[in-house]
Nanobody, 123 residues
């Protein structure tokens, strides 16, 4: 298992921005794909975005296209999710997850999960 830590969540007003970070303890993401998922109270966990091991391939849920952007730092130690133009419906616990190499939108195919970080958007 890979120990993952998310950070950057918080409380913002609608239209504001947050940047979430995901890092693995004691290693880099050099051979891992990283996905972001979110879960609101009473709802199923849903796919948000994913980036492959090299950063060359990215995928976004339709609901966040044009507002959220994925990136990796040059050392591949951290994956970032920049969230702009936030809406009340973006309120959820956000999780990062990893698997070998390639992107998938299916949560059960990811092998390691972080504890999550709360994002709350007021309106």
């Amino acid at each position: 298992q890979v120990q993952l830590v998310e950070s950057g969540g918080g409380l913002v007003q609608s239209g504001g921005s947050l940047r979430l970070s995901c890092a693995a303890a004691g290693r880099t993401f050099s051979t891992l794909a990283v996905g972001w998922f979110r879960q609101a109270p009473g709802k199923e966990r849903e796919f948000v975005a994913a980036i492959n091991w090299s950063g060359a391939d990215k995928q976004y849920a339709e609901s966040v296209k044009g507002r959220f952007t994925l990136s990796r730092d040059s050392a591949k130690t951290t994956v970032y999710l920049q969230m702009n133009s936030l809406k009340a419906e973006d309120t959820a616990v956000y999780y990062c997850a990893t698997r070998a190499m390639v992107i998938t939108t299916t949560p059960t195919l990811y092998t390691s999960w972080g504890r999550g970080t709360q994002v709350t958007v007021s309106s």
